[in-house]
């Protein structure tokens, strides 16, 4: 599949790291390195814009490296890259640690999933077919 994608970033293109790998690897965009304190959060920018094809979305996911070494994640994961929208693609950065955290210019902070989706048409009915499962949930199977 091929997209268009605008870079006004010093850095190169999202790349898949490996060849079996999902996500794509986006990294941050700044002029001078973010400090986050413990539960900070930013928007930082990542110089990239993007055009999807209808029935298509960008899933932005935090990268489980970034999250073990440096206890950093995303708010809204994974956020959503609509086909319509032509802004910057920015990340909602936070810090989960209880030390502040540096982000440096270049760094792999969020990885990109592009997933097709289908358009939902609802049926309103008066009442739903019955399940073994019905409506038990949070926890209801157990944990063994």
Request: aromatic share 4%.
């Amino acid at each position: 599949m091929k997209i268009k994608i605008v870079n006004l970033s010093k850095h190169p293109l999202p790349s898949y790291e490996t060849n079996a790998s999902a996500g794509m690897d986006l990294r941050v965009n700044l002029e001078a390195p973010v400090a986050l304190k413990s539960l900070e959060r930013a928007l930082i920018p990542t110089g990239l814009f993007i055009e999807l094809p209808e029935g298509f979305e960008a899933q932005i996911r935090p990268r489980s490296g970034m999250a073990l070494k440096k206890g950093i994640s995303l708010v809204n994961t994974p956020g959503t890259i609509d086909a319509d929208y032509r802004g910057e693609i920015k990340l909602i950065v936070i810090n989960l640690s209880q030390d502040e955290v540096v982000i440096e210019d270049g760094e792999r902070v969020a990885q990109m999933i592009i997933s097709h989706h289908e358009k939902a048409e609802w049926i309103q009915v008066e009442e739903l077919r019955e399940t073994t499962r019905g409506a038990g949930g949070f926890g209801h199977t157990g944990t063994k």
